[in-house]
Each structure stands twice: as structure tokens, then as C-alpha cells.
């Protein structure tokens, strides 16, 4: 077993635990937090790699850390945990307190067996930073989670070169933030340089102001034009065949704008679709769907914010999710079935019998909700 569908496995481990541990620290500790770092490949029991209780530096206190991870004979990384469901923001400061009191130490992680905020000191050293380098949650885990992730297996650890990969981190997440803010209200810099190779004449304040939604049609289309290149690319050509529709009719419906009308098999597949969210997630979850020639969009509110795509349209019925297919097989365990998309490593596919049988999948649809909604949230 590779190391993201260990992972994935805990995550989907975590998910069931989580309930019987909310407001107890301890079970915590031993159901959740002790786990993941078995899972990095430490020893729990042998106090040289996971020392519990550590006195963090302070010579005439008793206060302790959790836990600290020994490397090369010295601690190396700081855990403090806290119990499910508590805000670790508020604690933040109690973390601080400890790394700041040993100067030999560069990282420290605070848990709630769910959540996990990782801290170096880029700005000052010895002083450690007030926002992490690096955060996740169990219950929304991506790839490039499992990719970070990698660098704190035993076996990988280098405190130097992580707190390297600290900074790269720290770099990438004001470059993706630029990035958003350019997208959503491009920059009058910004549109100067693009328009200097474009616009045959000065580019005067008043151009500025009339390329500008320009700009942002142009960026937002190539956008969109990629995901939708990248995600038509994964439909097999069995099921784009099982979904055409007559060429003269095709052509017919193109000259007339007829829009697309879900079918009866589609609306009972959305039906269900929104029984198994709503039973976790509540009511107020938001999906809408829209059917397509080739499937039946399931999303959150819009179409870019979708988290399923389903065939169920004659016998061969199955469903591309926005899960990694090692992510679905974890969640799904013995029933593991999900089908990797080698061009879309953010989706998997899984094949079904009946539209019944979503209700099978359960943990995937609602790994993938989570993780839409995480990402763009509602409002």
C-alpha cells in the first residue's frame, strides 16, 4: 500500500471515530492524533522518536508539550493537541509559548485530530511565525495535501529542508492569493502589460478602463475552456456513444436552442444524490444539477462548483466524482472500485448497476462535497 492510500484510509478512519471523541482530549489523542503519526512511520511507544509530555524548554516550569518527534537525538517538532472540535486558533499563543522557549527548534503542528496547522519561524528566528506554512484537514485532504505531507514521514525528515519547503510554501500561497486577486479585479498594471502586445496604439488611462472587462472575460474563458478540456478528456468514448443524440436531430436542436431537459433517470439520480448529502450534511446544502447530452452535472450552487458527473441514461451507469481514485477506494474499503483518470488526477470514476447504488457512495460523494465547498465556499 502507497503512502497517500494510508492517508486516505486514516482520513476515512478519522471520519468514523471523530463522533465518539468531541470534547475529550485524551481519546483524541489515542483514537485520531497518535494514528497519524504511526502513519508517518514513528514509533509511538519508543519515547527516543515520540517523547508525550515534554518539558518545552522550561527549565523552572511544569508546563509540558504533548508531544514532541526527535531527530538525530534532539526535538525536532512540537505537537500540541487538542480535543475534536475545538478552534485551534485559540491556541495558537500556547504553541508559541512552547517553540519560542527552544531556540534548537524549527516546527511545531497543532491538532485536533482533524485539523492540523503546521509553524516554522520564517520572520524571526526563534520566534514562530503567527499563520502556519502549512494546513489541511482530514475531512478535505487534496493530493497536494498528501504531496506536503510526504516531507514529515520518518524515514523522509530533514527539519533544514523542510523549513525550505516552509518558505516555498509560504511563497506559492501569496502567489495563488495574487493570482485570485488579479482574476477577480485585474490590476491597471496588470492590464498595461498584457495590452502593450496587443493594443497597436498608447496605451492611455481611458484604454486601461475599457480593456480591463476585457481582461477578465479573457482570463475567466481560457480558465473555464481548460477545466472543461481537461475533465472532456476523461469521457470514454462508450459513454459519449450511449448519450449521442441523432446528428439530424443534434443539428435541429442547435438551430432551435432547445435547452436540455434532464431525464426521469437523471432526476432520480439527483434525487438520491441529495438524500445521501442531506443526511450528513443537513437541508441546507445548496447542490443544484444540470444535465448535459453526455451526463448530469451535480454541483453546488454552479456549474464550475461541481462535484459529480453522472451517466445513468441506459445500462452502462457510472459516475466521475472529484475524489482521487486512491482517496474513493480508502473510503469505500473492501468496496474499493474507483477507476483512476491519469489526465485528471482529482477525479476517479465509478461504475454502478443501478442508480441505487449511489447511495453505496456514500463517504466519496460527501468527500467530494466537502471538498468543493471547502474550496469555493457558498456566498
Known amino acids: 500500500m502507497g503512502f497517500a492510500e494510508d492517508v486516505y484510509r486514516l482520513a476515512a478512519q478519522v471520519a468514523a471515530r471523530q463522533v465518539h471523541c468531541k470534547g475529550n482530549e485524551e481519546a483524541t489523542k489515542h483514537s485520531l492524533i497518535l494514528p497519524f503519526f504511526t502513519m508517518l512511520g514513528y514509533d509511538v511507544y519508543d519515547p527516543s522518536e515520540l517523547m508525550p509530555e515534554y518539558r518545552a524548554g522550561f527549565a523552572a516550569n511544569k508546563e509540558k508539550i504533548d508531544y514532541a518527534i526527535f531527530h538525530t537525538g534532539k526535538p525536532a517538532l512540537f505537537v500540541e493537541a487538542k480535543a475534536v472540535g475545538e478552534i485551534l486558533e485559540n491556541h495558537d499563543a500556547q504553541l508559541a509559548k512552547y517553540f519560542n522557549s527552544t531556540p534548537e527548534l524549527k516546527l511545531a503542528v497543532i491538532t485536533n485530530g482533524v485539523r492540523y496547522k503546521f509553524f516554522t519561524d520564517l520572520k524571526e528566528p526563534n520566534l514562530m511565525d503567527a499563520e502556519p506554512f502549512f494546513e489541511f484537514s482530514l475531512e478535505t485532504i487534496t493530493p497536494e495535501d498528501v504531496g506536503t505531507l510526504e516531507g514529515f514521514r520518518k524515514d523522509s525528515f530533514n527539519p533544514l529542508e523542510l523549513v525550505t519547503q516552509a518558505e516555498n510554501l ?85 438551430k432551435e436552442r432547445h435547452p436540455i431537459v434532464a431525464t426521469a433517470e437523471d432526476l432520480e439520480a439527483f434525487d438520491v444524490v441529495c438524500q445521501v448529502i442531506a443526511s450528513d450534511i443537513g437541508p441546507d446544502h445548496h447542490i443544484a444539477h444540470k444535465a448535459t447530452t453526455s451526463y448530469l452535472s451535480i454541483q453546488i450552487d454552479k456549474p464550475s462548483r461541481w462535484f459529480a458527473r453522472l451517466t445513468v441514461n441506459g445500462p452502462t451507469k457510472s459516475a466521475i466524482v472529484r475524489v482521487p481514485a486512491v482517496q474513493a477506494n480508502a473510503l469505500l474499503g473492501a468496496e474499493g472500485r474507483a477507476e483512476e483518470l491519469p489526465s485528471t488526477p482529482d477525479c476517479c470514476r465509478l461504475r454502478m448497476g443501478t442508480i441505487e447504488d449511489l447511495r453505496s457512495l456514500k463517504p466519496v460523494l460527501l468527500a467530494a462535497y466537502r471538498g468543493v465547498s471547502a474550496a469555493t465556499p457558498v456566498g
Open 170 to 254: 509560504v511563497y506559492l500561497k501569496a502567489l495563488k492569493k495574487k493570482f485570485r486577486a488579479l482574476f477577480r479585479e485585474p490590476s491597471a498594471e496588470f492590464v498595461r502589460y498584457l495590452a502593450k502586445d496587443v493594443y497597436p496604439r498608447m496605451i492611455t488611462e481611458k484604454v486601461v478602463d475599457r480593456l480591463t472587462p476585457l481582461v477578465k472575460q479573457a482570463m475567466s474563458t481560457v480558465l473555464v475552456e481548460m477545466v472543461s478540456q481537461g475533465l472532456t478528456q476523461e469521457i470514454t468514448k462508450q459513454e459519449e456513444a450511449s448519450a449521442m443524440v441523432p446528428a439530424a436531430e443534434a443539428s435541429h436542436e442547435t
